[in-house]
Each structure stands twice: as C-alpha cells, then as structure tokens.
C-alpha cells in the first residue's frame, strides 16, 4: 500500500466517524489516538475499511506514516487539547504539512492559532451533523488560506453530504476562523430553532392537552409542508419514542434541563460584540440556562402556582406550524444578518448564499428552506432575507399566527421566550418611526449626549441643558 498523505488524529465518536467516512471514499488514511487501545479497537471494527486505515502507536510513528505534504486531521476536543496537540506536532511537522482542526473551535482561538507563527499550514473547519453526518457525509464550513483548501478540497467534497442537486456541501468561506465562526451562527440557528419547535412542543402538551405521540404525528405533518428539516423530522420521532424501561412516552420521562456546550453561547456574546441583533437565538440561549435552574422553577411555581394554561378553543395545532415557520425565517434572517456584520468587521469576503448552500444537507439545521434562501440572498447582497419578496410573502401569511400564538402564550402563562422575541424583532423591523428618540432624550437630559433632529436643524441639546 502506498503511503497516505491523510492522517487523523483523536478517534473520538465525531473522528472515529470522519476517518472511516474517508477511507471509505478511497483515501488511505493514517490514525492516531492518546490511548492505543482506542485505536486498536477503531481498526478491529472497521471491516474491510480496515485496508484503507494505518494504524499508529506514537505520535512520531503517525506522522512517519503519511507521505509529505501531509494532511493531519484533529478532531480532539475544542480548547486545550487543540493547543497541545499543535505543540506536540510542531517538532514533528514541515512547512508545507498542513494541520486542520475540524473541532467545534472557538473562532478566536483559530484567528490566534493561525496568527501564531505555526511552523506548518493550518486550517480551521466546522464540521456539522453528529455522528451520522461525519460517518456518511456532513456539512463543512472551512476557514483558512485558498491554497490550503485546494489542496484539501477534493477529500473534503468526497466526504461531505450532498444537497439534491448533487452539488457538495463543502466550502472555503474565508480566511482564519471565518469556517468556526460560521459553524458557530449555524450553532446558535440550531439552539433556536430546537428551542422555538420545544414551544410549540409545550403549547400542544399543556395548552391542547395533547399526549406526546400526538404531537409526534403533528411534527411528522410540518415536516411534509414549508418546515420540512433534520430537526422538525427528529422531534418528531423523539415525541413518538415509547420508554424503552417503563410505559408511555419516553419525552414524558425526560429531565427538562438542557446541557450545552457552549457554542450558542458564543454566538451570543459575538453577536453583542458585533452589536448585531440575533434576539431569537439569546434567547434560545437564555432558556437552556433557565432549563437547567430546576430547583428555582419549582420554587417560583410553589410560590405563583401553575399558570392558568388551557388554549383550547384559542389556538390550532396549524397556528403552531404557521408560527414555527415564521420564527423559523425570523431566525434565520438575524443568523444571515449577524455574518454580514462579521464580514464587515472582520474583512471576511462571506458569501451568504453559498453557507446557505452548504447549509442545505448534512448538519443539523437543514432545512427545505435554505434553497429559497440562498436564492434570495443572492437577489441583493447585504439585504435582510426578510426584505426579499420570497420571504416577506411567507411572513406576511404566517406572522398573523405568530401573534396570535404569542399573545395566548402570554396570556395563558406559557413561556414562549424565542418565538417572542422573534415577534418583537420583527416588530421593530418594520417600524420606520421608533421610540429610541425618548432614549436619545433621556440621554442628553442626563449626561448631554446630545441627539439629531428629524428636520436636520442644528439643536445639538434639549432645553434641559444648562445654558
Ligand atoms: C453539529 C452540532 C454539534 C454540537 C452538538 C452539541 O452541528 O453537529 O452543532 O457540533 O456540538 O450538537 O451541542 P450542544 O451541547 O451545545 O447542544
């Protein structure tokens, strides 16, 4: 067998996938991982993959086994372990090898990387889809120099999934960290989209009364129209899942506290830091924290009492999909709009329908959706997907029933924190004449910030101010 020029390093659940992934596209690839008996393990179970696969003891024996310019894969958890195992390779490596961390890296940690004077190339890619996704074709969002992705471009498009018109859902988006931090907006889309389909999870279980495999058999019926996607299609299976140990739904079963690792997060606090609106994933974010304050919840109900929570009669399970379709596009259209304000700020030339293309199989936040809005993304660069006339047509027929879901949440004392906010932004956005002049009048009133006038007549302060 020749020498690959491929190797991958940490054969965890995501790199145990990705490497059998490109053997199986005829890569030979070389492996390696901390413990041996991990890697031993891996080769034992690969089949007839196994051919493809060369095993390695040491760190030194890996990087003897791949033939210079060698790629090296690391799919080690993101933060530490990423700067030790660079450190480890660096004595090992030439100018012209090339290190790719394909981790949930934070997107300033591979700005750092990069800029660090590596003694070799280095690229950062998201990688999204799970397990699934990397073993049979995942979603990938590459950040680094052009060269290096021509170089590595042909592995990665084999082993990516591909949208239906065949094209693969693999892409250089721009330099550095621009591929993790595209993969972080994909997070926080991900987050909110999973938090605004559990609302209306919630409205259908303690508004309609509706048992678990009944919303199942709903989410199964969106997932045939406009809210066609990898999550809506899951939850659907998850509200049908018979407990396995016990009786009735598994979801009844399940502890109401979300874990996270942290990228939505991210998203977050990047987009204050871009000033850049994304309402509906902080609050995405904001209701996993609130999840997981148990003790607090059951002390807030024991002091208020249940809320009054019976929508019967008041809302229909197709207000519930209209209202998840327009969240669904409100969300989307603030991810769209924060990494055009990265691009801004960073000098990242993004290509917004091209991540809505690589966005379109493969990871998590699939979606039917992401074709019309790579289409309409391209109409006008820069333009808010909800200007485009394609979109505006979806929510001006399904915002009637956002509001009517929100408003009953809210008058039933159902929480519905994101699809909320996504209304309230939505609101704003359509306002040409806001209520931020009393903001700019308390501000020059107490600290004589000073404000522009409507007729552009110079009145740098209000009458307040000490002459
Ligand atoms: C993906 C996912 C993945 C993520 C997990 C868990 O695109 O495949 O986004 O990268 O890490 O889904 O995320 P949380 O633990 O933060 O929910």
Not at 2 to 11: A, D, F, Q, R, S
Not at 115 to 134: N, T
Not at 197 to 208: F, H, K
Request: charged share 15%; hydrophobic share 50%.
């Amino acid at each position: 067998m020749t020498k690959p020029t491929i190797g991958l390093i940490g054969l965890g659940t995501m790199g145990a996938a990705l490497a059998l992934n490109i053997a199986e596209k005829g890569f030979g690839i070389a492996v390696w991982n901390r413990t041996t008996s991990v890697t031993e393990k891996f080769v034992a179970q690969a089949g007839n993959l196994a051919q493809q696969i060369t095993p390695a003891e040491t760190l030194t024996d890996f990087v003897a086994a791949i033939a210079p310019p060698r790629a090296v894969i690391l799919m080690v958890p993101a933060g530490q372990a990423v700067d030790d195992q660079l450190t480890a390779l660096a004595p090992l490596l030439g100018p012209d090898d090339l290190v790719i961390d394909a981790g949930n890296a934070n997107f300033h940690d591979t700005n750092r990387r990069a800029a660090s004077g590596l003694p070799f190339r280095f690229m950062g890619i998201g990688v999204s889809g799970g397990e699934e996704g990397a073993r049979h074709g995942p979603a990938i969002m590459a950040g680094g120099a052009e060269l290096d992705w021509a170089r590595i471009a042909p592995v990665l498009q084999a082993i990516a999934a591909r949208a239906e018109d065949g094209t693969p859902c693999a892409a250089h988006l721009g330099p550095d960290g621009a591929g993790h931090f595209v993969k972080a907006v994909h997070n926080g889309i991900e987050y909110a989209d999973m938090q605004m389909i559990a609302e209306t999870y919630g409205v259908m279980r303690d508004g309609l009364a509706m048992p678990a495999p009944e919303i199942g058999a709903a989410f199964a019926r969106w997932n045939a129209g406009p809210l066609q996607s990898y999550l809506v299609e899951i939850s659907a299976a998850v509200a049908q899942a018979t407990d396995p140990v016990g009786q009735g739904p598994l979801l009844d079963m399940i502890v109401d506290a979300a874990g996270q690792k942290g990228t939505g997060r991210w998203t977050a606090i990047e987009a204050q830091t871009l000033a850049a609106p994304i309402p509906v994933i902080e609050a995405a974010v904001m209701a996993r924290n609130v999840s997981a304050q148990r003790a607090e919840r059951a002390a807030g109900e024991r002091v208020y009492g249940p809320a009054p929570q019976s929508l019967t009669g008041i809302l229909s399970v197709d207000d519930l999909e209209q209202a998840l379709i327009a969240g669904k596009i409100l969300c989307y259209a603030q991810g769209f709009a924060m990494m055009t304000a990265a691009a801004a700020e960073f000098r990242w030339a993004l290509d917004m329908p091209a991540i809505a293309r690589v966005w379109r199989a493969g990871c998590i936040i699939r979606s039917a959706m992401l074709n019309d809005m790579a289409t309409a993304l391209a109409e006008v660069p820069g333009r808010n997907l909800i200007l485009s006339d394609f979109f505006a047509g979806h929510l001006r027929h399904s915002i009637p029933a956002l509001r009517r879901v929100v408003a009953a949440g809210a008058m039933h004392g159902l929480a519905l924190p994101a699809l909320g906010a996504g209304l309230a932004w939505f609101d704003m956005m359509r306002t040409a004449r806001g209520t931020a002049n009393m903001i700019q009048g308390q501000r020059d009133f107490f600290g004589l910030h000073g404000f522009e006038r409507l007729d552009g007549l110079p009145r740098p302060h209000g009458p307040w101010a000490a002459a």
